[in-house]
């Protein structure tokens, strides 16, 4: 799951600024970063849909820069790792969370818009990768390293690789414009590990 952090801003000394109108405004710039992308957004646009002015917004954030980045920067991957000793069990969970993710209203959207902005805006994707797509990749590169221990892999079984065609199979559907199959995470997973299973037992799961 893809939750934001709550927080609370501070100027010093003094009383501390309203958690709940930052959260607003930061919920309102996601919104806009996946509705209109990041070249639309504006300080303007993101205050009117928080209900708040803008001088609200830019007593908290000098720059667009600033307030994507913090909105950004909110983003997480909360779920635990799954570990129940079955490596396809908790490789198709840490997917199935993954497809719901992406599929909810913004999911890709988010995505592209950091894409997009690589090159003019860099610390958009950087804070992206940090907190959204290198914790799901390192959740499954961990049930994967997991069953290495366990003697479950071929020796030659390449885990990065095994990674990216797990996650990377999600936006190949998309990208060609096809349906994400029924069963997308069962059907993955049990293509990538009959791969790099090492006996018969292992290639069907415990």
């Known amino acids: 799951v893809i939750t934001s952090t709550q927080t609370t801003s501070f100027t010093g000394p003094g009383r501390p600024r309203d958690p709940n109108v930052n959260q607003a405004i930061l919920a309102a710039t996601l919104r806009q970063l996946s509705k209109d992308g990041y070249g639309r957004m504006s300080m303007d646009s993101v205050a009117a849909e928080a209900g708040v002015t803008k001088p609200t917004v830019y007593r908290r954030w000098a720059s667009k820069a600033d307030l994507a980045t913090a909105a950004l920067a909110e983003l997480q991957v909360e779920e635990a790792a799954p570990s129940s000793g079955d490596a396809p069990t908790d490789l198709r969970a840490v997917l199935t969370t993954l497809q719901r993710s992406l599929c909810r209203p913004n999911g890709i959207a988010i995505i592209g818009t950091v894409m997009v902005e690589e090159h003019h805006t860099p610390e958009l994707i950087t804070l992206f ?78």
Do not use: C
């Open 129 to 206: 990768r940090q907190r959204v797509v290198r914790p799901r990749r390192a959740m499954l590169r961990n049930v994967l390293e997991e069953a290495e221990k366990r003697g479950d892999l071929r020796n030659d079984a390449d885990i990065d690789t095994a990674v990216s065609m797990l996650i990377g199979s999600f936006y190949a559907h998309y990208l060609t414009g096809e349906k994400i199959p029924r069963g997308w995470p069962r059907r993955i997973v049990q293509t990538v590990w009959e791969g790099i299973a090492k006996s018969p037992q292992a290639r069907k799961g415990k």
